[in-house]
């Protein structure tokens, strides 16, 4: 079953612009992790960010995460017409097995 | 690239086949999650292997099954094909161990498989 759900579904905007992304999870994490998907194929890690952090930034994608509401937000400033994927969110188990639960994703177009 | 290489690319089998899929991991990593993916939904966790164990189990039934090598390669098995296994299948390595040190994986480009 999917830990949550990501919101929204799918998002157009223009290069340039920003994107957020917002992800929401059931159960107690140690990791909360976003990958992007190009066209169904592999996912490709983008930024990891553990229960203790509120904040973490790579280039120009910011993620935060809010454990007491469960949720995490992705922002992809500056967007580029490469930046047209499927994104989602991942929290890593607090158990003995470090799977991934993964949310349902949200497409993101970006138009020139 | 992430050095994570799966086969075959596509797949096609009937109802009730079975069918293996291979993975081998990034060097230096031993540990290997497979997912299954269906068409519009986030990947599915089937189970992880490390050092040739299995480590966890996602709600998958027992016709899934999987091995790992001493190289740390993985294979997945599906018996007993259903239409509904029809999905792209990913596996995913990282340097892992049995406390569960949830980093972050690195994803092969997937099977297709399709089920008729």
């Known amino acids: 079953s999917q830990q949550g759900e990501e919101d929204p579904q799918a998002l157009s905007i223009q290069e340039g612009e920003n994107a957020t992304m917002n992800c929401s999870y059931k159960t107690s994490i140690n990791n909360l992790q976003w990958y992007r998907q190009n066209s169904g194929r592999g996912l490709v890690h983008l930024i990891l960010i553990r229960s203790n952090e509120r904040e973490k930034h790579s280039g120009r994608l910011r993620v935060t995460l809010d454990t007491s509401k469960k949720s995490s937000s992705l922002l992809i400033t500056a967007s580029r017409a490469a930046d047209t994927a499927s994104y989602f969110c991942a929290t890593g188990d607090t158990g003995t097995a470090s799977k991934l639960t993964f949310g349902t994703g949200t497409r993101l177009q970006v138009t020139l | 690239e992430t050095g994570v290489t799966q086969s075959p690319t596509h797949l096609i089998k009937t109802r009730g086949q079975q069918v293996t899929l291979r993975c081998s991991s990034q060097?230096?990593?031993?540990?290997v999650s497979w997912y299954q993916q269906a068409l519009g939904q986030g990947p599915q966790f089937i189970f992880q292997?490390?050092?040739?164990?299995?480590?966890g189990r996602g709600n998958f039934p027992p016709r899934f099954s999987g091995l790992q090598f001493p190289n740390y390669s993985s294979e997945l098995n599906v018996n007993a094909l259903e239409l509904d296994d029809s999905a792209l299948y990913l596996c995913?390595?990282?340097?892992?161990?049995?406390?569960?040190?949830?980093?972050?994986?690195?994803f092969g480009p997937g099977t297709r498989l399709t089920v008729t």
């Open positions: 292997y490390y050092r040739e164990e299995e480590n």
């Open positions: 060097s230096g990593h031993n540990t």
């Open positions: 995913a390595s990282s340097l892992g161990g049995l406390a569960g040190a949830s980093g972050e994986q690195y």
